[in-house]
Each structure stands twice: as structure tokens, then as C-alpha cells.
């Protein structure tokens, strides 16, 4: 079954400690990205990847890292939460970006305390 | 700066009432558009999209948006709803010479039984 997915589901940490958020892709795609959501907010992007070992700045990147060295996976680290990084996030893929529907994780909610 | 706008942000409507969901966007340029949806503690999904062609697009379950050039806007079409079209819409766009994707920041729509 082509599908996102991502661990953990839900994570509940403290301000300061190091975390990792996976997710992976089964569909063989180029494109991978990295969302949060928060109540009226809704999506933004936080980075986006083209390929493997590119990647690039989202438009609320401040806070987050992330790497590609596989094509499948695109894991975003967290080096030190805050509790302004509370939220939901999703990972999604696609085939590119213009006109590609993006494949979208089931998602994780995150809380920092 | 780009942005998309979703003019409504909370819709209650009865049940077989039709549903029109403004969307804006502020690009100069040719766009990619798309309409995804989340249903209650549920991924986003595709509704429909536009790239080019006929300006009115056909989706699923029954969802139709029209782009319309001069007015930037995308808006989406139900002429009946049903209870279980409960969910949040969300509004995005892609510029041709950007690899970003910006979506509005949603509409929740609840529909009466």
C-alpha cells in the first residue's frame, strides 16, 4: 500500500531535549516536505526536500533541522524544543512539486513543556 | 509576500444545503491550485486540482472548483452537502518557478444532520 508514515504519533517532551520525528515514504518519491499546523494557522511549510541531499528552507524553518540522505526518508530534528513548537506536524511526498498532489503522513502531535 | 486567503474560516450549514468556499491568492504568475481536505483525526487528502485547461475542475465526492484568472481566485463548489462532508478545507498553491507550496490557513466546515 503506497503510503507516508511517521513516528511517533504523539510525543511529549521537555524544553531543551533533542528529537526526531521520522517519516518515510513508500512511492519512490523526489519530493518530500515538512508541515505544521496550528489553530488558525493553518499549514506552513517548514522545509521542503527536491532530492536526496537537497534541501531547503520552508517559510518557518527557525527552530528545526532536517536531512535526506535516502530518498524514502526526510526526519526532522528538533535540537532544542520550545514550547512554540507545540503543534501538529505533517510529513508529505509527491512525485514534484507544480501540479503533483501531495501524499500526506498521518501526522504527529507534538507537546513541549 | 505570497499568500493564499481563505475568506471564511468557520461554515454551519444543513444538510443538502450548497456549500461555496472562497479562496484568493496573491501570485502574479501561473499557479498550480488545490483543494485538500481533513477529515476529522484524519490525514489531509486531495480534493481536486487545477494546472491549466478547463478552468472548471471536477473532484471527488462530488466537488467541483472553478479558477477563475482575473479575480486569483479558486473557489470550491458542493450544490448539496452531506453530514459526513464535516471537515476542514484547505486551499493550496504553487507558484510555477517556486518548489513552495503555500496553503490558506483553512475553513471548518460543520454540517447540521
Known amino acids: 500500500e503506497a503510503q507516508v508514515t511517521q513516528n511517533p504519533r504523539y510525543l511529549i517532551t521537555v524544553t531543551g531535549k533533542k528529537l526526531t520525528v521520522t517519516c518515510s515514504q513508500n512511492m519512490n518519491h523526489e519530493y518530500m516536505s515538512w508541515y505544521r499546523q496550528d489553530p488558525g494557522l493553518g499549514l506552513r511549510q517548514i522545509y521542503y526536500?527536491?532530492?536526496?541531499?537537497?534541501?531547503d528552507k520552508g517559510d518557518v524553518p527557525e527552530g528545526y533541522k532536517v536531512s535526506r540522505k535516502e530518498k524514502r526518508n526526510f526526519p526532522l530534528i528538533l535540537e532544542s524544543p520550545s514550547p512554540n513548537q507545540t503543534s501538529l506536524y505533517f510529513c508529505a511526498s509527491s512525485s514534484g512539486t507544480g501540479r503533483y498532489e501531495q501524499y500526506f503522513g498521518p501526522g504527529t502531535r507534538l507537546t513541549v513543556t | 509576500a505570497q499568500s493564499v486567503s481563505q475568506h471564511n474560516h468557520h461554515v454551519i450549514l444543513s444538510e443538502a444545503a450548497s456549500l461555496e468556499l472562497g479562496c484568493n491568492y496573491s501570485?502574479?504568475?501561473?499557479?498550480?491550485l488545490f483543494w485538500y481536505v481533513q477529515y476529522p483525526g484524519q490525514h489531509l487528502q486531495l480534493l481536486l486540482k487545477?494546472?491549466?485547461?478547463?478552468?472548471l475542475v471536477k473532484g471527488i465526492k462530488g466537488f467541483e472548483a472553478e479558477f477563475i484568472k482575473s479575480k486569483f481566485s479558486f473557489n470550491l463548489r458542493k450544490p448539496s452537502v452531506q453530514w459526513s462532508d464535516t471537515a476542514e478545507y484547505f486551499c493550496?498553491?504553487?507558484?510555477?518557478?517556486?518548489?513552495?507550496?503555500?496553503f490558506g490557513k483553512g475553513t471548518r466546515l460543520h454540517i447540521l444532520p
Open positions: 501570485y502574479g504568475g501561473t499557479v498550480n
Open positions: 487545477y494546472f491549466s485547461g478547463d478552468p
Open positions: 526536500s527536491m532530492n536526496v541531499e537537497v534541501t
Open positions: 493550496a498553491v504553487n507558484e510555477n518557478r517556486d518548489d513552495k507550496i503555500i
